[in-house]
Antibody
């Protein structure tokens, strides 16, 4: 089974950097981009960007481009997100996800969509 | 970059039909996707490519799209449908740009 497993909650001070992990298993890693999505309290989902495990390409959303970085250790199947210069506005649950992909099946194309369980990041002095 | 606009909340009585709109100019030529999210859970895909349901999603949940507005429809609303609903699309640009709407809280009265 495809699984995206994220590490536990983090508490960080303002101005510091948090590194979040997303361990992939159960599939060929190069098949799907890994996206990162933020859900802050009382807000909607916000797309932060994606990492392409096939070639290491990254695309960052404009709002995060200056202080976010995606990397990976594909030997262990783990993708990382670093978010720098943290403020209280960064207090949120962060998800890694493949988002929707269409894959072949005996019944034709089917949609698959996998998410990690999320990591709560609390930024507080 | 474009923005997907949803109403902050929709209220409906049990058994009635809930309709949640999502608007953006880009939806006239890009697909909409819909997610349901309950507290403490990751989002769950309900609709992809405007109208398609993944395996396991009941038929009372449907999607439609006309012009610049995509709509999620939940028929025969149940208490368990109370959740946040997010529309999602991808801008056809280089580099590609994914986007979510602000989310709609569905309240079952």
């Amino acid at each position: 089974d495809v699984q995206l497993v994220q590490a536990g909650a983090e508490v960080k001070k303002p101005g510091t950097t948090v590194r979040l992990s997303c361990k992939l298993s159960g599939y060929n890693f190069i098949d799907y981009y890994i996206h990162w999505v933020q859900r802050a309290p009382g807000k909607g989902l916000v797309w932060m960007g994606f990492f392409d495990p096939e070639d290491g390409k990254t695309v960052y959303a404009e709002d995060f481009q200056a202080r976010v970085s995606f990397t990976a250790d594909m030997s262990s199947g783990t993708v990382y997100m670093d978010l720098a210069s943290l403020t209280s506005a960064d207090t949120a649950v962060y998800y890694c996800a493949t988002l929707v992909n269409l894959v072949s099946s005996p019944n034709g194309k089917v949609a698959v969509d996998y998410w990690g369980q999320g990591t709560l990041v609390t930024v507080s002095s | 970059s474009y923005k997907l606009t949803q109403p902050p909340s929709v209220s409906v009585a049990p058994g009635q039909t809930a309709r949640i709109p999502c608007s953006a100019d880009a939806l006239s030529n890009q697909y909409a996707y819909w997610y349901q999210q309950k507290p403490g859970q990751a989002p769950l895909l309900l609709i992809y490519k405007d109208t398609e349901r993944p395996s396991g999603i009941p038929e009372r949940i449907s999607g439609s799209s006309s012009g610049t507005i995509a709509t999620l429809t939940i028929s025969g609303v149940q208490a368990e449908d109370e959740a946040d609903y997010h529309c999602h699309s991808a801008e056809d640009s280089d580099p590609p740009n994914w986007m979510f709407g602000g989310g709609t809280r569905l309240a079952v009265l």
